[in-house]
């Protein structure tokens, strides 16, 4: 039999006091590491008195002694007829069997957001990639970030995709010690129960025990008991399913355990170091068990020592589709067969060009589940996207802590949402027109330095100030993550959106009518500059009244063209077109005949013109016509047949006699490209160019088509400026934002008219 006591040698006391005064401790602290009720073993460990051997080793351990050099007459064997005695593994197949309903219940099923019931959680949970590389750990100079694309910034700090992810998953087959950084909203505590279920079901890590904590709960319940002692916290929790205290300790020093520990920036900030040194400390002690922990990225300045630190990525298109496709299947009811797979339909919708701002958010399960809560109850995207952003930000400042039970601590000096929303307003507007997606932190803190400065009981001194911004942009990071370092000492918004967003709200939330007249006017400078597309929109939505935004909008586009003759002298021509047309809205013509002249890829042309008037439609073939017969190529038969394809097209639907007999004509004189091609060459030489010309007559007399506009490059560019502006302008009108009807009706009706016909129309009122 081996022994159930031990007891310390002289030569071991003597080892173990030197140990003991160097860690500090009175006796009460070591009975309290070792989990002891009483000191009565410490003192007879300390005497040479015989105590029991699990707390002989327990003692032992935590002052970094070995325990053999210590015990008087230690047992050879102890180790093995120890273990023999107690199987280890039979000890993880019942502590694995007594854990699995407190697993199914406390990790198996998942309550979303505005949901009225819990889901299984492997109905809607998707597996996660993780970002090996932490790009806020980068060095970079903010000159390299300069003017970056959509797409640019979006993909900045994600490396090669393809080559740089791996799977959640293999990332802790990787790595005993892992920090599991992420975002506000990204699946972290999601992926943790998943880790948690998946071991409890024997699909990964069969041979431990999964344990998963919250450690704000930790850092509490600790907090109350004045001790924060990781061991007694999870035996606390393990005791309910009958595991005792010994049992718990075999199973960590043999390494037998998967340690989850959730939300390491949940914990207060006064009881952060200590649970900091109790995580070191532990996963010391026992370092070969499997440990996971999370965090937001911008509480990463928390070290732990011994963790390797990855980040989980933002969803790729596959991972939308998937947790699409299941978030579908759990909450929607298709009552027939044949009615359309929802969840096909959102993404089909999601990829939508007008719905790239929803597409730029929805790369966290977070805002995925709302926009898929939204599309479910509406069957749509809505159509005023600000109210969505609205729902997003509200999450993000306040109920997304709040719904889970967080309480942080409050460094914003008392901030009230409405200055939140300002100071962010003011940051997004600050940084978005001088076109900087990407800005560094001083130019943050400086904007929040500001903003502090005019709020009432304001700090004076300046060093005081300096102080504050540097607080509050950490705990905007750290709080809802609005703002975030990209690498260190460079900021920018989460998302382009959320800057467009709060750019947009900086505009509508002017304090009178002048300053917000002074802003309108500002804004519409901007109406040629493609990113400032979005802003328009957001602005025009959120007004409670757009007047004055779309009639500045007119007044800057009708500008753009009125200082070059050739212009006005084409839209002139566009206008006197549409007056041949009649039509419900001849501002449509008119831009259909716009866009005709400006455009060589004509059919997308066609379907419209096919739907406004035939008299349009026929104009688009003849002028479909004109560019196949204007190709200079004698040799080219190709075009030879798409020029007598197009003329005998046309043939079939001109009504007007005189046309038709003119174009019959030219058909007749036109040679077959099929027959003798030295012939065909002979008179494509000789006769192409007058035949061409009488083409163009016969069309520009009957049909006044001019296909001969000549315009410069910069012509072109102001052409195209001028075009997309109105279709902007258009754009707005539409985006259900409150205009007048007679405004409405102003605006659309002196769309693409040129200058005269605009002062005739001011003369007429």
Request: charged share 25%.
């Amino acid at each position: 039999m081996f022994k159930r006591s031990l007891q310390a040698s002289a030569a071991g006391i003597k080892q173990a006091k030197k140990a003991f005064n160097y860690k500090g401790w009175t006796q009460e602290n070591l009975a309290e590491e070792v989990n002891l009720k009483t000191r009565q073993p410490i003192w007879r460990f300390f005497t040479g008195r015989p105590i029991e051997r699990y707390n002989f080793r327990e003692i032992c351990s935590i002052l970094d002694l070995d325990w053999r050099e210590i015990a008087v007459d230690p047992p050879e064997e102890f180790s093995d007829r120890e273990l023999s005695a107690i199987n280890v593994d039979v000890l993880v197949k019942r502590v694995r069997s007594q854990r699995h309903a407190k697993i199914k219940v406390q990790c198996g099923t998942l309550k979303l957001l505005d949901t009225n019931h819990p889901v299984d959680l492997e109905n809607i949970y998707v597996d996660v990639n993780i970002l090996p590389d932490i790009a806020s750990q980068q060095w970079l100079d903010i000159a390299n970030l300069e003017n970056p694309t959509t797409e640019e910034f979006y993909r900045f700090g994600l490396g090669q995709i393809s080559q740089s992810q791996i799977s959640g998953m293999d990332a802790v087959k990787t790595h005993s010690k892992l920090r599991l950084l992420g975002k506000p909203g990204c699946g972290k505590s999601t992926f943790l129960r998943h880790l948690a279920v998946e071991c409890d079901r024997g699909n990964f890590a069969a041979n431990l025990v999964p344990i998963m904590i919250t450690l704000r709960d930790f850092a509490d319940e600790s907090k109350d008991i004045s001790s924060f002692s990781l061991l007694n916290y999870i035996h606390s929790e393990l005791i309910v399913d009958g595991v005792e205290l010994s049992e718990l300790k075999i199973l960590l020093r043999n390494s037998r355990v998967l340690l989850l520990l959730d939300g390491l920036d949940e914990v207060s900030q006064q009881d952060n170091n200590a649970v900091l040194k109790e995580i070191r400390r532990f996963s010391e002690k026992y370092s070969q068990n499997l440990f996971v922990v999370t965090c937001r990225t911008a509480a990463k300045t928390l070290d732990l020592k011994g963790f390797t630190d990855v980040e989980i990525a933002p969803f790729t298109q596959s991972q939308i589709v998937a947790f699409a496709q299941k978030w579908f299947a759990v909450f929607s009811k298709q009552n027939n067969l044949n009615d359309l797979d929802p969840a096909v339909e959102f993404i089909a919708q999601l990829d939508l060009p007008e719905n790239l701002s929803f597409r730029r958010l929805v790369v966290t399960p977070l805002f995925l589940h709302l926009a898929c809560w939204v599309f479910h109850r509406q069957e749509k995207f809505p159509r005023k996207k600000a109210e969505f952003y609205k729902q997003c930000l509200d999450l993000l400042l306040g109920k997304w802590d709040k719904i889970r039970g967080i309480k942080r601590d409050e460094v914003y000096r008392g901030f009230l949402l409405p200055q939140k929303l300002k100071l962010m307003s003011q940051i997004a507007a600050a940084t978005f027109e001088q076109g900087d997606y990407f800005f560094e932190q001083k130019t943050a803190e400086q904007q929040i330095c500001d903003f502090i400065s005019n709020l009432p009981n304001a700090p004076i001194e300046p060093e005081e100030l300096v102080y504050d911004s540097e607080v509050v942009l950490k705990a905007i990071e750290l709080q809802h993550g609005l703002l975030t370092e990209r690498v260190r000492g460079i900021f920018s918004f989460s998302s382009l959106t959320f800057q467009e967003y709060f750019t947009a709200r900086n505009i509508v939330a002017s304090h009178n009518l002048k300053s917000l007249e002074r802003d309108l006017e500002r804004l519409v400078s901007h109406i040629t500059e493609p990113r400032w597309r979005e802003i328009f929109l957001l602005t025009a939505a959120m007004l409670r009244s757009a007047d004055s935004l779309v009639n500045l909008m007119k007044q800057e586009i009708d500008a753009l063209v009125a200082e070059e003759p050739y212009l006005q002298e084409f839209l002139t021509w566009t206008n006197q077109k549409s007056l041949l047309v009649p039509q419900p809205t001849l501002a449509a013509t008119r831009a259909f005949y716009l866009d005709l002249t400006e455009t060589f890829y004509l059919a997308p042309h066609f379907a419209l013109a096919y739907t406004l008037n035939p008299g349009i439609f026929l104009d688009t073939l003849l002028d479909n016509l004109v560019l196949e017969c204007a190709i200079e190529s004698s040799s080219d038969f190709v075009h030879a047949h798409a020029c007598g394809d197009a003329l005998d097209n046309a043939l079939t639907i001109v009504l007007d006699v005189a046309l038709q007999q003119s174009l019959q004509q030219l058909r007749d004189k036109l040679p077959d490209p099929d027959g003798d091609r030295q012939v065909f060459q002979s008179w494509y030489q000789v006769n192409h160019s007058a035949w061409n010309e009488r083409l163009k007559s016969a069309i520009t007399q009957h049909r006044h088509i001019q296909s001969d506009w000549h315009f410069s490059p910069v012509q072109q560019q102001i052409l195209q400026r001028y075009y997309d502006a109105n279709k902007l302008l258009l754009d707005c009108l539409n985006s259900n934002c409150e205009v007048t009807a007679a405004v409405r009706q102003d605006i659309e009706a002196s769309l693409l008219l040129p200058l005269k016909e605009l002062e005739n129309k001011e003369w007429d009122k």
